[in-house]
């Protein structure tokens, strides 16, 4: 899953250490490597600097358990322009070796187009083609209808049980979805 994945409205570009480490202090280089513009309200939501930390240390760390993420640039066709809406990716679950957890943040913005609903649809199978997943695992609050929709419109159904090491805030839902 290195290569960037079109969808109809987005290019999901893989996070390399350069870009995270870009994102992290040096937002022109950001823009030049996305070819797409930075909003001024960049990061979204929980993206701050000590989870770009976390993530280029786990690019780095290519003996790790799988990690992968993606930013996501909104693309229109007519004009050319390309903006950056957003950003996703898997971690490893405590579950076990083939579980993963899925994670994504959309700026403001950008929120209630169908982009993220989009962009998992897409990052979905790429992420079941990778040796051993068998599980996606996503945790939400109850009260993000959105971010509920978004799984749901992707086949995740809802967990009784939230499952360890998921990085979950307090009072999380889950929704799981198992490889077909």
Not at 117 to 134: D, H, K, N, Q
């Amino acid at each position: 899953m290195k290569a960037a994945t079109c969808t109809e409205h987005l290019e999901l570009v893989p996070a390399t250490c350069r870009i995270l480490a870009s994102d992290l202090n040096d937002r022109p280089e950001l823009a030049r490597l996305l070819r797409a513009a930075i909003p001024a309200a960049w990061p979204p939501p929980l993206m701050d600097e000590s989870v770009i930390r976390e993530f280029i240390r786990m690019s780095s760390d290519t003996s790790g358990p799988v990690f992968a993420a993606w930013y996501w640039v909104l693309v229109d066709t007519e004009s050319g322009s390309r903006v950056l809406i957003g950003n996703g990716g898997i971690l490893p679950a405590e579950r076990g070796p083939d579980t993963v957890v899925l994670g994504y943040s959309v700026l403001d913005a950008f929120r209630n187009r169908g982009y993220a609903t989009e962009a998992v649809r897409a990052l979905v199978p790429g992420i079941f083609s990778l040796p051993g997943i068998r599980r996606i695992i996503a945790t939400t609050c109850p009260e993000l209808g959105a971010s509920i929709r978004v799984l749901e419109k992707n086949g995740f159904t809802r967990s009784d049980r939230v499952p360890a090491g998921t990085g979950a805030e307090e009072g999380p839902v889950c929704y799981v979805l198992e490889k077909p």
